[in-house]
Structures are given as C-alpha cells and as structure tokens.
C-alpha cells in the first residue's frame, strides 16, 4: 500500500525548511562529523586490507601466543566501529537532535497556525 504523494502544501513546507539557515547549519554540523569520521574508518579499513595484501609477514607476526597483528588488528576494526557508533550517539544528542528538534517544532506551529489564520 502507498502512501498518497505529497500535497503542495507540504511540498513548500519542506523547501522551507531546507532553505531555512537553521537547516543548513544542523546540515553542516552533521557533515562536519560524518564525513571526516567517514573517510577516517574508510582509511582505517583500508590499511587493514592492504597490510593483509603486501605485508603477510607482518600480519603473521605473534603477539602473545597464537595470536597474531591480523587478528589484533581485525578486532580493533570491531571496537572502532562500536567506539564511532557510541560517539555519533552522544554527538547527535547533544548537538543535532536539539536544533533538529527546534525546526521541527518551528515548523509544525507554523503549519497548524497557517490554515487558522488563512480562514480568518
């Protein structure tokens, strides 16, 4: 079942608010955070897989007992995606969830005032 396109209204209520400079700058604090930390774990993951390629030697080295740098380095792959996780949660709640909060309260006041005031 789909759901009915959107109305006019709600298509200009929409273009508002990603015009608003409130939405370019939740758009831009978001950006800031996710591309770096993005391109970071990419890198990250990246050398992971190319060490494992052209360095087998180094990978294959011990570090206590039967483990190796491969597999040291393939857990810490695991933490680094659940430390980013932790650290986009407490980033998000502190700075995009309260100005993406604002804008939708903003917004939702603005649309149920306009059929109001457009009758009067």
Do not use: C
């Not at 980033?91 to 993406?100: E, M």
């Amino acid at each position: 079942m789909e759901s009915p396109p959107p109305t006019e209204t709600e298509q200009s209520n929409v273009q508002r608010i990603e015009e608003s400079e409130e939405f370019r700058e939740l758009r831009h604090s978001f950006r800031s955070f996710a591309f770096p930390v993005t391109i970071g774990f990419i890198l990250w993951y990246l050398l992971y897989v190319l060490l494992s390629s052209y360095a087998p030697a180094f990978m294959a080295t011990k570090v206590v007992g039967h483990i190796n740098v491969a597999l040291v380095l393939g857990l810490l792959q695991f933490l680094t995606t659940f430390v980013i996780a932790a650290w986009y949660a407490r980033y998000a709640d502190r700075r995009l969830d309260p100005p993406a909060t604002a804008i939708r309260e903003r917004f939702e006041a603005a649309a149920v005032h306009a059929p109001r005031e457009a009758a009067e």
